[in-house]
């Protein structure tokens, strides 16, 4: 039997208006679809009536025993002849683990093609009015990981790297806060940096809290703010107060 074709899509950051055409038009075609926790359940009204959906959301404590399952349904499907679609919140390169399964597929001498998406960490900013980069403000910009710990022993971080980025997003670290701005004071940013954590960016639930690298803490703790949400910081924190566009959840954000 003649192997199916495999596509690591992007379903974007949640909003389901911003994946992209190609995105769509993959999961129009396709016999399964294999999606994440993250991924707007309104994408789903485009799979084919008959399309096999299968949802594989990760839940805290999983991570391995799901990934594991989800490239067994890779390989399989795609061994039965069927177009498979992985739909991954996000960017399927950016902590998407895209790059784990393009390589069991390519292990198993499966085609496939990767869909880039919009990720979260230029969309929520986008959406919360804090543009990443900005004339004489930011240059750089550095996407990290957040929620990795020194007593976990998984703080494989560069932190004295990371402080010389203008502008730096943290993603899946809201739990991880207060080390993060701890690490952050400790390896040279003022405490006065500015900071923005961003939850449900992109989506009709989003809330946006401001504050410091000193005072975010407290503040993301008195509004209750959870997963999934993206830390901002970085002098571009401010141009929210100029540019913020996007509607959020009234009587929520604490300033």
């Known amino acids: ?3 199916g074709m495999v596509y690591l899509v992007g379903a974007g950051p949640g909003n389901p208006k911003l994946i992209t055409v190609y995105g769509l038009e993959c999961m129009e075609k396709a016999d399964v679809i294999i999606y994440d926790r993250l991924v ?11 399309a096999e959906l299968i949802y594989a959301g990760k839940e805290p404590g ?3 025993t799901i990934q594991e399952q989800i490239n067994h349904w890779l390989v399989e499907k795609a061994n039965e002849g069927k177009t498979v679609v992985r739909l991954k919140g996000g960017d399927p390169f950016v902590f998407g683990r895209g790059g784990e399964e393009a390589e069991i597929l390519a292990k198993h001498h499966i085609p ?3 869909v880039p998406g919009v990720t979260a960490g230029i969309a929520a900013a986008a959406f919360a009015g804090i ?6 403000i930011a240059t750089s910009f550095t996407i990290v990981t957040g929620h990795g710990r020194k007593e976990k022993g998984d703080d494989h ?9 203008d502008t730096l997003a943290f993603y899946m670290g809201v739990g991880n806060l207060p080390y993060i701005c701890e690490q952050l004071i400790a390896h040279g940013k003022h405490a006065d940096t500015p900071v923005a ?10 809330r946006t809290v401001t504050g410091t690298l000193q005072t975010i803490t407290e503040i993301a703790k008195r509004a209750n703010i959870s997963h999934p949400a993206l830390i901002v910081v970085g002098e571009v924190v401010q141009l929210r107060e100029r540019i913020q566009w996007f509607p959020e959840r009234e009587g929520d954000v604490i300033e």
């Open 1 to 3: 039997m003649e192997k």
């Open 40 to 50: 707007s359940s309104e994408l789903l009204r485009y799979a084919k009536k008959e």
């Open 62 to 64: 999983r991570h391995g």
């Open 112 to 114: 496939f093609e990767i």
């Open 131 to 136: 543009p990443v980069t900005y004339r004489n």
């Open 157 to 165: 971080l560069d932190w004295g790297a990371l402080v010389k980025s």
């Open 197 to 206: 954590v961003i939850e449900w960016g992109t989506t009709e639930k989003q």
